[in-house]
């Protein structure tokens, strides 16, 4: 490709939210940040549901990803709106039992790298929260917000966020 690409920081995603009744006709909007430097002090990079199956329901039919940049490019005419994406793999093929929440973990390639994708920002439904399973030892008071992501092994997809993602991942 020879072509101009433009890098965008965020995204605007709209999507219809039956059970929100403020927005028209249920729909809903969010912006998804992927930021080199995010209020001068780090980078921020959302987590989504991407629809990966859309004869399924709810998280059978979706992965979970991190947003590294959101770009565009123009072939043949047509903009085409993508996203770098790094994914998670779901654990199992139903919700912990004991907090009835869905988990993941970082997705590695074959040999053991970080599984990056380039996807169209039309398969992105939302954004997604992720809570760091911590275990049982004390968190060193250095480990910032930013920190997250990249230090944990496993992650609650937490569908207490709001009514929205409750729907999404019961």
Same mark, same amino acid.
């Given at each position: ?5 433009? !890098?965008?920081?965020?995204?605007? *995603? ?5 059970? #929100? ?7 809903? /909007? +969010?912006?998804?940040?992927? /930021?080199? $430097?995010?209020?001068? +002090?780090?980078?921020?990079? #959302? ?5 990966? #199956? ?5 998280? $059978? ?9 959101? @770009? *565009? ?8 709106? /993508? ?7 779901? !654990? ?6 004991? %907090? ?8 590695? *390639? ?12 039309? %398969? ?6 992720? $809570?760091?399973?911590?275990? %049982? ?16 092994? $496993?992650?609650?997809?937490?569908? @207490? ?5 409750? +729907?999404?991942? *019961?």
């Amino acid at each position: 490709y020879r072509g101009r690409i433009s !890098v965008f920081n965020s995204a605007l *995603s709209t999507f219809h939210a039956p059970s #929100d009744l403020s927005g028209i006709g249920g729909m809903k /909007c +969010e912006h998804i940040c992927a /930021c080199p $430097l995010w209020r001068n +002090e780090c980078a921020r990079n #959302d987590c989504v549901f991407v629809i990966t #199956d859309s004869n399924a329901r709810g998280m $059978l039919g979706m992965d979970v990803a991190c947003v590294m940049a959101f @770009f *565009s490019l123009r072939q043949y005419g047509r903009l085409i709106p /993508c996203a770098v994406v790094r994914w998670f793999n779901r !654990v199992g093929n139903a919700p912990d039992p004991d %907090t009835g929440m869905w988990m993941v973990k970082p997705a590695f *390639s074959a040999q053991n790298t970080p599984h990056f994708a380039i996807i169209h920002i039309d %398969t992105i439904f939302r954004a997604a929260h992720l $809570l760091p399973v911590c275990g %049982t030892v004390p968190l060193s008071p250095s480990i910032k917000f930013h920190h997250v992501l990249d230090i944990f092994k $496993l992650f609650y997809v937490n569908k @207490f966020a709001d009514h929205h993602a409750f +729907e999404i991942a *019961s």
